[in-house]
């Protein structure tokens, strides 16, 4: 069974700019989490999704966005890009109801210059 | 406010020896609790969970011990092996709703 793949893993951009990161989830998992990191804050929420409809939302500016498609696939978009964005966006799909044990992808590491 | 916290930002343990990584919480609410490793340039790997109604939970050669009086939750590794070096997260959720990391603990097993 294939894993969560995240794309592209890799990503610079500049002040201003606008990112899209892709997940694609685990095969039949329904739910998609995102979650940015960077050094000395661990994983911080950012929003979940399932069945299309976003279920929880973290604690972060309207400039990142998030949908979900009808085959469970995601993506986040951050608009506005700011230096302090550059970390590692890392996609988590799950069942829904496994008692909330996600799976993680590689992430996309993004650079704002 | 970190509602998930692991204070050592660090750990180095002799191979064979005991590992204990240390995670406290301040929700009373949160009724489940995982831990994650992580290696470079992967994503985080579930380990181990725990829910609030267990004080204890052994798989292999790791353990995870709750204490819900004091709010702690810990990680026994036993023995350890130099690819347990990682960075390992302690992570809590309420009734199934979304994880609350805390900030990793990287540890190092010497040869």
């Known amino acids: 069974k294939a894993g969560v793949t995240q794309t592209p893993r890799y990503l610079i951009k500049t002040r201003g700019q606008q990112v899209t990161l892709s997940c694609s989830p685990i095969?039949?998992?329904?739910?998609v989490s995102w979650y940015q990191q960077t050094p000395g804050q661990g994983l911080q929420f950012l929003f979940e999704?399932?069945?299309?409809?976003?279920?929880n939302k973290g604690n972060f500016p309207g400039r990142f966005s998030g949908r979900q498609f009808s085959n469970s696939r995601s993506e986040m978009n951050v608009s506005t890009l700011e230096l302090g964005d550059s970390a590692l966006y890392l996609c988590a799909s799950s069942l829904y109801g496994a008692k909330n044990i996600q799976y993680f992808g590689a992430g996309t590491r993004l650079s704002v210059l | 406010d970190q509602q998930v916290k692991q204070n050592s930002p660090s750990l180095s343990v002799q191979e064979g020896r005991i590992s204990i990584l240390n995670c406290d919480y301040t929700n009373s609410m949160f009724d489940y609790f995982l831990w994650y490793k992580k290696y470079p340039a992967e994503g985080p790997t579930f380990l181990i969970s725990i829910s609030s109604i267990k004080d204890k939970n052994e798989d292999g050669r790791f353990t995870v011990f709750l204490n819900k009086s004091a709010k702690h939750l810990s990680l026994h590794i036993v023995p350890s092996q130099p690819g347990d070096s990682a960075v390992y997260f302690c992570a809590a959720s309420e009734s199934a709703r979304q994880l609350t990391f805390g900030s990793g603990t990287q540890l190092t097993v010497l040869p």
């Open positions: 095969s039949g998992h329904r739910s």
């Open positions: 999704y399932f069945s299309e409809t976003q279920r």
